[in-house]
Nanobody
């Protein structure tokens, strides 16, 4: 059974930091590209960051220089270190695993950036 379980969300003040984690099971984690998406209320889901199975990374322009995506294949985990958070980073953050046409999704973790 495939599972992606996110954790680490919460309430943080502007300028603060959070670290999200996603633990995967039920598939060969090391063979998949991993992504973090986010969806703010009333908005479409948008891509935040990608780390390929070869560990190449890409970021949305709105998080470049502030967020860092990493993966630990031994622990089947992908993480997102988020620094210098802004109120506009408030969203539900989703973990995604992708290989070809196969996509798996987690249920999301809420990040709220507010004074």
């Amino acid at each position: 059974q495939v599972q992606l379980v996110e954790s680490g969300g919460g309430l943080v003040q502007p300028g603060g930091s959070l670290r999200l984690s996603c633990v995967a099971s039920g598939f060969t984690f090391g063979n998949y590209d991993m992504r973090w998406y986010r969806q703010a209320p009333g908005e479409e889901r948008e891509l935040v960051a990608t780390i390929s199975w070869r560990r190449g990374t890409n970021y949305g322009d709105y998080v470049k220089g502030r967020f860092l995506i990493t993966r630990d294949n031994a622990k089947n985990t992908v993480s997102l270190q988020m620094n210098s958070l802004k109120p506009e980073d408030t969203a539900v953050y989703y973990c995604n695993a992708q290989q070809g046409a196969i996509n798996y999704w987690g249920k999301g973790t809420l990040v709220t950036v507010s004074p």
